[in-house]
């Protein structure tokens, strides 16, 4: 079992940045791919980036391309997502999901991954 825990949500403007972490305890190693996704209510889930075990792999949806980092730090078991130039279309609870399945061309899909956080609201105002 590996338990994921996002932090790092809030309330900005456009324009703005945000930093969120998921913080993964329980059965982790380094090799576990990790993901973020979103959703709005009344939406399916959305996938934002994904990253490999070891972070030389990372994917981006065509929406946040350009503007989103994601990072992680595997001596913490914590995987990042810089925002920046936040848009009011990126409002949507975050979530951050991860699997201990090799890395493969599925990143995309929720259901690659096994393991997901209880989510982290980010609200962005114009």
């Known amino acids: 079992q590996v338990l994921l825990v996002e932090s790092g949500g809030g309330l900005v403007q456009a324009g703005g940045s945000l930093r969120l972490s998921c913080v993964a305890s329980?059965?982790?190693?380094?090799?576990?791919?990790a993901g973020w996704f979103r959703q709005v209510p009344g939406k399916e889930r959305e996938f934002v980036a994904a990253?490999?075990?070891?972070?030389?792999?990372?994917k981006y949806a065509d929406s946040v391309k350009g503007r989103f980092t994601i990072s992680r730090d595997n001596t913490k078991n914590t995987v990042y997502l810089q925002m920046n130039s936040l848009k009011p279309e990126d409002t949507a609870v975050y979530y951050c999901?991860?699997?201990?399945?090799?890395?493969?061309?599925?990143?995309?899909?929720?259901?690659?991954?096994?393991?997901w956080g209880q989510g982290t609201q980010v609200t962005v105002s114009s």
């Open positions: 999901a991860a699997t201990l399945a090799r890395w493969s061309n599925r990143y995309y899909s929720s259901t690659f991954y096994d393991y």
């Open positions: 990253i490999s075990g070891s972070g030389g792999s990372t």
């Open positions: 329980g059965r982790t190693h380094s090799n576990y791919a």
